[in-house]
């Protein structure tokens, strides 16, 4: 199904056929993802048939209206199944599709199957470049939407802030009530001195695959502040590396999720300590409910050469029902002494003396479940990088716990 | 004029029983004070009336103005009119003691922005700092200003009858009295009705007891007026437990 000659169907210049067929040879050569690598343990992924999916290759007339950004406030640019459809003019920085570009975009080989994948398949690689010195202003809102069903999809998203330059991002993942397989791709350089404030958004039906990668690096005195919220799809994944390679480079990175029915939210992450006095901190924090699961594997590396690296990795899950079931793993690889890092994680149930506490201040029952679930979320949701659009993600959780009360009557 | 009134009240855990028949009635306006040494269930007591999870009641009723509370949720006690003040409050990240007042209080017809302000009002007359209103209730505060915290969220709920236990606990002398003095308040100005659980008379000097019960292996062994808190403070509680009931008896033989 996903063969070099169907690359044959999407648009571009030569450079970027070749690489995109180089890719699809690559991916077939890959091995297969199994849950026996350490990176896919506890995942259901040997339940997904590829050939379900087929890839979409012609460019959609339209697509619907997004629920949210269609203001004045925000930059915004728009995917429909992976397709560049519109993006707003952006006087302070380049916002182009790969796939109209004559010259040659170098780009790191993929060094996966589904970064292969990605790359063979993606109809328009969107390329973002933020010049040395600019400040982008309104946040740049990219809203990636897939309408066709059993397509397969390959949003990718390639950033490239130069140096001393700021920028905020939200990219939102959302679609119509399709099954389909998503396999977005994000990559994001922070050049020397430069501020980035990331902020992902997936919000997809509960019939969605998600195989998502965030690729993160961080240069010289550079900060770099993600955040990820994530709410839908069956079987959701997002593998962060944040790869901290200039001298005092920061890399903060946080999560809110909530799953319920039978979801799988999965979190790999990869704090890659490179070079030296950097400093980076992880906070995923996140609610199940019904038979959802969650899985979070962390990993913080320190090379040899990063003396004075500060190193904090956080996860905790609060369980709603008993059959609610979290995988929490989090690991340290440090090869240098002159370090300070610290890991911790958790998964409980609510609090049931808290529980007897707000209810003995007449809080009902479910209020004072919804009261500890959102003071829980709190602490990530009090500090997402991109202020614009906090109050909408937080209304976004909101409304699924409300629902929830809805269900359970 | 409300009531509670407990009669005959058993209660146990999955392994043991800890109240062995507790009988008291609580009304408007009246201060009880319920006295005991460690371990005689003086705070199961209290759970059991707010109907904290993991205890049975195996006998006896406890009505508040003539309502059955047994089988209520906590919350439908609280709704009622009885409140809990806990030995130790308990923290809770991200949930504010203004936003609880104000979930508590949204299903009632109460004006809530009349409600918060009241509340803001009470925090300085109980010495609160406001910054204590807005973070996570109890998080990162001491033991006297967790007291402090509870006393304003009894005052701003408005319930017709409150169990305070070891309310003078983490309190230093001037909280103690700010504290006692405005429930005392409470009980004249509002008739509010007070069951107070604690170890030493202290609290009492401040918060005048109507009435003292001794609470001994699970129920009431005696009661009397205020010189009974006098009585225990200086003698313990010996005279109740039923080994010195036992040398007592050999003391008569010999």
């Known amino acids: 199904m996903y ?80 397709f560049l459809l519109s993006n707003d003019e952006v006087s302070t920085c ?38 040395r010195g600019s400040n982008v202003g309104k946040p740049l809102v990219i809203h990636h939407q897939w309408n066709q069903e059993g397509a397969a999809c390959f949003p990718l998203v390639h950033v490239e802030v130069e140096e001393n330059a700021e920028v905020e991002i939200v990219e939102i993942f959302h679609n119509a009530e399709v099954s389909s397989l998503v396999i977005p791709e994000t990559k994001i350089i922070v050049g020397n001195g430069s501020n980035v404030n990331y902020q992902q958004v997936q919000n997809l039906n509960q019939d969605v695959w998600q195989l998502g990668t965030l690729d993160v690096s961080v240069g010289q005195q550079a900060t770099f502040q993600g955040a990820i919220a994530a709410i839908g799809g069956a079987y959701a994944r997002l593998k962060t590396s944040c790869s901290l390679i200039g001298r005092g480079a920061s890399g903060k990175i946080s999560a809110i999720y909530h799953g319920d ?79 300070k890092c610290s890991h911790a994680s958790t998964v409980s149930p609510v609090d049931e003396i808290q529980r007897f506490y707000l209810e003995s201040r007449g809080v009902p029952t479910f209020e004072a479940e919804k009261l500890i679930v959102h003071g829980f979320l709190q602490e990530v949701v009090s500090s997402l990088p991109v202020e614009a659009i906090n109050t909408w993600i937080a209304d976004l959780f909101n409304h699924k716990l409300n629902a929830r009360m809805a269900h359970s009557g | 004029m409300v009531d509670l009134a407990i009669k005959n009240l058993h209660a146990r855990t999955e392994s043991a029983e800890i109240l062995t028949g507790v009988n008291l009635t609580v009304r408007s306006g009246e201060v009880h004070a319920l006295m005991g040494p460690n371990g005689s269930g003086k705070s199961t007591l209290s759970h059991v009336l707010m109907g904290r999870p993991g205890y049975t009641v195996t006998q006896g009723e406890i009505t508040l103005d003539g309502e059955n509370l047994l089988g209520l949720k906590t919350w439908e006690r609280a709704k009622l009119g009885l409140f809990l003040v806990l030995q130790y409050p308990v923290e809770i990240e991200g949930v504010s003691a203004s936003k609880i007042i104000e979930v508590s209080q949204l299903s009632q017809n109460d004006d809530l922005s009349e409600v918060l302000r009241h509340a803001s009002q009470e925090a300085e007359n109980l010495g609160i700092p406001q910054d204590h209103l807005e973070r996570g209730v109890n ?51 509002d008739g509010l009705g007070v069951l107070v659980i604690t170890h030493y008379s202290r609290l009492l000097e401040e918060l005048k007891p109507d009435y003292v019960h001794v609470f001994v292996e699970g129920k009431i062994v005696a009661s009397g007026d205020s ?17 010195t009931e036992t040398s007592v008896t050999l003391g008569g033989l010999s």
């Open chain 2, 139 to 189: 998080l990162d505060m001491s033991g006297g200003e967790k007291k402090r915290l509870e006393t304003l969220q009894l005052v701003t709920l408005k319930p017709s009858i409150a169990v305070l236990d070891e309310l003078d606990s983490g309190l230093d002398v001037d909280g103690l009295r700010v504290v006692s003095n405005r429930v005392q308040r409470l009980t004249e100005e």
């Open chain 1, 94 to 131: 380049d916002v182009h599709s790969a796939s109209g570009q004559k010259d040659p975009i170098e780009f790191e080989p993929p060094i996966d199957m589904l970064g292969s994948m990605n790359l063979a398949f993606s109809p328009d690689p969107v390329f973002i470049r933020v010049p």
């Open chain 2, 227 to 243: 010189s009974l808190a006098d009585e225990l403070e200086s003698d313990g509680y010996e005279k109740w437990t039923p080994s």
């Open chain 1, 3 to 82: 063969t070099p000659e169907l690359v044959q169907e999407l648009e571009g210049h030569g450079w970027l056929m070749d690489l995109r067929r180089q890719a699809a040879v690559n991916a077939t050569e890959f091995s297969y993802p199994s849950h026996e690598d350490e990176e896919w343990r506890y995942s259901p992924i040997e339940d997904l048939e590829l050939d379900l999916f087929t890839p979409a290759l012609t460019k959609p007339q339209s697509g619907t209206e997004m629920d949210h950004g269609k203001d004045g406030n925000f930059h915004n640019i728009s995917t429909l199944d992976g």
């Open chain 1, 261 to 339: 029915s039978n979801q799988v939210l999965d979190f790999r992450t990869h704090q890659r300590h490179i070079a030296r006095d950097t400093y980076s901190e992880l906070l995923f924090k996140g609610v199940l409910d019904d038979q959802s699961n969650s899985i979070y594997t962390g990993l913080i590396h320190v090379a040899n050469e990063a003396s004075g690296t500060n190193a904090f990795q956080t996860n905790r899950t609060l369980k709603l029902c008993d059959q609610a079931w979290a995988e929490s793993v989090p690991n340290l690889e440090i090869e240098n002494n002159d370090v």
